[in-house]
Antibody
Framework: EVQLVESGGGLVKPGRSLRLSCSAS????????MNWVRQAPGKGLEWVAY????????YYADSVKGRFTISRDNAKNSLYLQMNSLRDEDTAVYYC??????????????WGQGALVTVSS | QLTQSPSSLSASVGDKVTITCRAS??????LAWYQQKPGKAPKLLIY???TLQSGVPSRFSGSGSGTDFTLTISSLQPEDFATYYC??????????FGQGTRLEIK
């Protein structure tokens, strides 16, 4: 059974930092590119960051560029999101999502259950 | 940029429903549709614009090319009332989602 399990969410003050983790099992993690997607309360889905299978290629949404860092450890089947200089508008449920990312197939095939990050003083 | 229409829709069990997703530029077949229920993660329904994900009921179908895509539910079931999102992975960054279509029971 495929599982993606996020952890590390919580309540944090503006300007502080938080690190999310996503633990993968049930599929070949090292063959999937990985993404973070967030959803603010009552809002739609917003893509946050992408990392390729080997970590060679990384992309960020403009809204988090320079503040967030995506990384992965294929030996541990784990994905991370280091979030610095957090703002109120970063409050959201954060999902990790796996993409086979082949020339013939790009899709967010697997999703975690989400981790809630609340930024508030 | 992806624009979904309508943003919300009321329908009855058994109805046929169509949701449209329009891209601001031509995208190839890297268009996906997801279903999300309250408090849950999105679930993949359709990828490659028209390929049904394994395990998804055949009443769901996708079509389109270029800039215009549609998700059709042929006969609504009670469990289909949810929010639906399209997504493009043709050209990124950024990877973009439509704003969502909320499907409600009439």
């Amino acid at each position: 059974e495929v599982q993606l399990v996020e952890s590390g969410g919580g309540l944090v003050k503006p300007g502080r930092s938080l690190r999310l983790s996503c633990s993968a099992s049930g599929f070949t993690f090292s063959r999937y590119s990985m993404n973070w997607v967030r959803q603010a309360p009552g809002k739609g889905l917003e893509w946050v960051a992408y990392i390729s299978e080997t970590s060679r290629t990384i992309y960020y949404a403009d809204s988090v560029k320079g503040r967030f860092t995506i990384s992965r450890d294929n030996a541990k089947n784990s994905l991370y999101l280091q979030m610095n200089s957090l703002r109120d508008e970063d409050t959201a449920v954060y999902y990790c999502a796996g993409d086979p990312d082949t020339p013939h197939l790009r899709v967010f095939e697997y999703w975690g259950q989400g981790a809630l990050v609340t930024v508030s003083s | 940029q992806l624009t979904q229409s309508p943003s919300s829709l009321s329908a009855s069990v058994g109805d046929k429903v169509t949701i449209t997703c329009r891209a601001s530029q031509v995208i190839s077949s890297y268009l996906a549709w997801y279903q999300q229920k309250p408090g849950k993660a999105p679930k993949l329904l359709i990828y490659g614009a028209s390929t049904l994900q394994s395990g998804v009921p055949s009443r769901f179908s996708g079509s389109g090319s270029g800039t215009d895509f549609t998700l059709t539910i042929s006969s609504l079931q009670p469990e289909d009332f949810a929010t639906y999102y399209c997504q493009q992975l043709n050209s990124y960054p950024p990877i973009t989602f439509g704003q969502g279509t909320r499907l409600e029971i009439k």
